[in-house]
């Protein structure tokens, strides 16, 4: 579909977003104008992973969407033509206020990161961020990574799996943090605040076919969201209850990640070698190309 | 030994009349053949006996229990032979299988078996599908089932249509030698009169609908029976010539 | 006819037909340039060196393990279950919505439910393979098992063959026309079931292997590992129908029959 | 008649009341954690509140018209095709390799494809709803049609009967009972990729529902809405069987049903 | 008309020779009769005829045209009438379908399709469905789809198999009636020699297998027929002896 003028002269922009906590602030900060004051008419269509947003990017259904560090680093490796326009979410920074983190059993005998090492750990998706990080922190506190065994396990399947035994450890992001350390579980490693600094985590992006200066304006409306999701959490917390089924009670409690309109290159850099080393990433991969 | 009484059967759904009041009784070790007009139920109250049709009042007793559904040891041939043998088993496995199901041994099975075939005179063919046979080859199969089973009620319905005049008499003096050597009670129906006159102790004759038995026929016919000299009997012309007349007068009903 | 001439036209009706499609494949990925259609020449050489390698072994036979035994489940089920629903009315009346309750139920969203009651180890993806081939074997089943023809089963009334015996003689027999015809949907229905339950919770198998692929843009391999799916299914069915041959010849040469 | 219809419905409530005690109980006494599976009370709750609101049918709305347009274009293609296929002498052999080679494609599989040709619109949907439910109607149609009995073909045959009405007198009515099972197979397959694909591509409907209160958390309203997806199968089957009963009056099975 | 010559049919599979060399001729608007014993190829002969059935070897003509496929305006009447009806049409569809196919008026086929029934004595069960008919009834329904076709070849294969003896003489009548006023040319299989011998101008008698054309009979009976007069007459008993000796034989070459 191309980015025709609308009726009021606005561009008509379809957005891949996944409707997850991360990204509040779009919603946020079209529900406040900020997209309208650019001149932007945006749809928000809700994708199921970073694969389907930058399928969706690539094949011209979307002109800007959502996603992980990692997924948009095997993308351009697979030579795909993919450009970052802004921040998307990034972490805290701060262990047990964050918004992801691998969580054990009350009564396990994994106590610290070290202990994971031949394990078997949950993440949502093999080969990407989840188990990267997780290798980090590991690897940080002295044990082998090798070891651990990654299974695939959806986030909102995961605290079963763990309460019944399947797996020893699992990798969630909120809401399901905060439900499942309410109901006793506990944190062994903040994956995304302690293995590497200021972690960017996500990303919006667009392909090379989008009009610069639609980019330009989509930028500006997207970093004003940002940075007012950044300042107004609890509206974020309010426009989450819109797109969403998360519980009122939950939504209050949830940790919410840091929306800066910064990104970290070095923190992507970081991932990007770390990927490598864990075979992830087939080659080297410059960041640059990424993020121009 | 079977015991009719009041029956009547109405189909639901065309609610068709197929039997008004049908009573009769054959004794044991008897032989009854049943005629009427096409149509006129004789089908209908051969399922009745057999227990695979409810009817729709009156009861059905055979060696004095009630029917509800097939007796034991009671054996029909099916009108519709084509339909009633297993498309999926050879002629011998069909003919076997009520037998292993009886849980007879082998080798007096496979006796009865081969002695049932070779006479309705299909021994070479036993190994074909029905499939593969002409149409009075699958009625004979049938029938060669019937016989191997050793019943002691043997319920036939219009067995012969299918087969040529001469292969009729040779399996028409099959079933007389058999009921006469295992004492079988036989219900035959048949729409053939000579036939009827020829095999039977006894004749029944179905009006046309609303069928009730119209005449109840003894065959005073001497109990030796034989193709040329019996069917030449002087008697024998009067019992045929009345049931024809009868017959007339059951259509003329309608 | 004579042999070379007849293994002729053997190759062309079994080849024939695909090799019209790679040709279309190939002027359209070449017109299109499309990355998600990368051209044939690729995705063999990506089939090479994907598949004939360990992977046959780490993803392709622990797969056909899971499918076979989930298969394996499906049909003692669903035949057990279509016979005895065949057979009774009222059974077939109480047990009709529950059956049909399940069967509208999407195997992503029973993934979940089947987790939490077998965990997420093979039996889990054998259960998740069984839930979807089910379906088509017990419906056929169902419905063969209905229709079978009046006067034969009164002959086995007549003639007391009862029980074991006449499941064995003439219900299996007498539906397995519909039974077969449920046996194959089921086959393809369990590959792509196969797929589904390696997106969860697995690290291995084929179907897993092919996500992999896909998320991560490998476009060539991925296309690869569907044209491996398609073989699959058309080595299954050319054996399945070997067998069908041997369980319906009778079919065959009594009805007008070209199955 | 009346009697038989009513019966019927008692077996079947009955059948579903006792899966709804089964649920209840395996959730209240035992081997399921109550967070993870809910008792069928707190569903049916659930279910109710949903019910209560605009967005559910809308949802719901959505699914049903790409199921239903998707399923009826598979049916009509797979249905010509089978017909088609199964009556010309070569053409079974011909397409033999390619029917059984793309058949067990997953729909899921060809999602890239899907969203690359349609985006996230009704489009895609329909791609995978239409691919999946196809080869279901198509292999009964072929099973159907190889099932014509041998005297009928000829008495067709020998009486003229152009190959058009031997289709439509002989063909297809002995085909039905195989159509009408492969189109409660479809339905159902249909379904199931509507909602799929709801889920996967992100296209509006009740399996996009389905999709947010799963990664919410909110394991309750998931499993009221994938109650609701059950119940809307059981209704398309009362459907079918009623299409069928009028279809299929002459049929064995059905005729064998009427009271006697 | 109707061109038989050095016909062979070999079943493959069971590698059954149905027929080894028939040779015969039928002129237009003649009624011939074909016996034979059971099993020895009367269908196998009457589908290679009606384009069924590619024959082995030989070849048949029909109208001077060889026969590959059903040739048009020809209507055969099959020996498994159960099957040869739609179970899924009432009687009167099952009647009206080819004549639908010929593309006549509704006002004309309306008044063929209830003139045949009435013929067959079945115009009260017009509507009902095959299924819910007798044996018998089924197979006239099958005659009266036949006769309203307005053939110029009718093949008949035992097409009184089913009926009872009065309704059988009603129907040969019929055939008759319907031969004479039309012109129509028949091949008529029973297995029946007087039935043979009543309806035919010629009897083909085909022996046992292998199958040849024994004897080619012309009855030299008056044209016109009457149920009472013509069987009385001493040629015609003569002629059944005949017939009766060869078909012994031809059993007893088997
Ligand atoms: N399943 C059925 N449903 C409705 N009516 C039926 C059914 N079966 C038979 N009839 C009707 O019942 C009557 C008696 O049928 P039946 O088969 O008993 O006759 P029959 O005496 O055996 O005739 P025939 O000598 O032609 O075989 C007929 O009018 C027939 O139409
Ligand atoms: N489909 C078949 N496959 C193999 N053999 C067959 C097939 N059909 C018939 N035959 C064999 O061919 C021979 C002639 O059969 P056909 O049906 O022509 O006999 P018929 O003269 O019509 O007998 P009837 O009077 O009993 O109907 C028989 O031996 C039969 O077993
Ligand atoms: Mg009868
Ligand atoms: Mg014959």
Redesign the pocket.
Known sequence: SEEEPAAGGKDKVNAGVIAIVDTAPIHLGKAKGFFDKQNIDLTITPVQGGAASISGAVSGQFQFAFANTTSLLTAVEQGLDVKVVTNGVASTGVPGKDFSAVLVKPDSPVKTAKDLAGKKVSVNQLKNIGDTTIRAAVRDAGGDPDGIEFVELAFPDAPAALENGQVDAIWVVEPFVSQALSRGARPVTWNFAEPVEDLTVAMYFTTGKTDPDLVKRFTAAMNESLTYAQEHPEEAREALKTYTKIAPEVIAEIYLPKWGTEINEESVQEIADLAQGDGVLKGEVDVNTLIP | MLEVSGLRKVYEGRRVEALREVTFQVDAGELVCVIGPSGCGKTTLLRCVAGLLPPTAGSVKVAGAAVTGPPPRMAVVFQEYGRSLFPWMTVRQNVELPLKEKRMPAGRRGELVAGSLAAVGLAD?AD?HP???????QQRVAIARAVAYEPQVLLMDEPFA???AQTRADLEDLVLALWRDTGVTTLFVTHDIDEAVYLGQRVIVLSGSPTVVMEDLKIDLPPERDQLTTRSLPRFADLRGHLYAQIQRARGDR | MNGTGRAVTRVLTVAGVPALLVIVWQLYSAASQNFYVPAPGRVAQAFAETWFSERILDDVLPSLARLLAGYALAVAAGVGAGVAIGLSPRLRAAAEPVLEFFRAIPPPVLVPLIMLLAGIGDGMKVLVIASGCVWPILLNTVEGVRALDEVLSDTCRMYGVRGLSRLRHLVLRGASPQIMAGLRQALSIGIILMVISEMFASSSGLGFTIVLFQRGFQIAEMWSGILLLGLLGYVLALLFRRLERRVLSWHS?RGVGRA | MRRGIGSRIGYGAAGLGGLLVVMEAASRLGPVDERFLPPASEILGALAAELATAELWIALGETMWGWALGLAIAFCAAVAAGMVIGSVPGLRAATHSTVEFLRPIPSVALIPLATLLFGASLGSTLLLVVYAAFWQVLIQVLYGVADVDAVAHDTARSYGLSAWSRIRHLVWPTALPYVMTGLRLAAAVAFILAITAELVIGSPGLGLSIQAAQSAGAVTTMYALVVLAGLVGVAVNVGVRALERRVLAWHPSVRGEAPV
Not at chain 2, 131 to 137: A, N, V
Request: hydrophobic letters at 55%; glycine letters at 24%; aromatic letters at 8%.
């Open positions: 063919v074909a499939w593969q046979l002409s149409g009075g080859m299918a087969v040529d | 040469g």
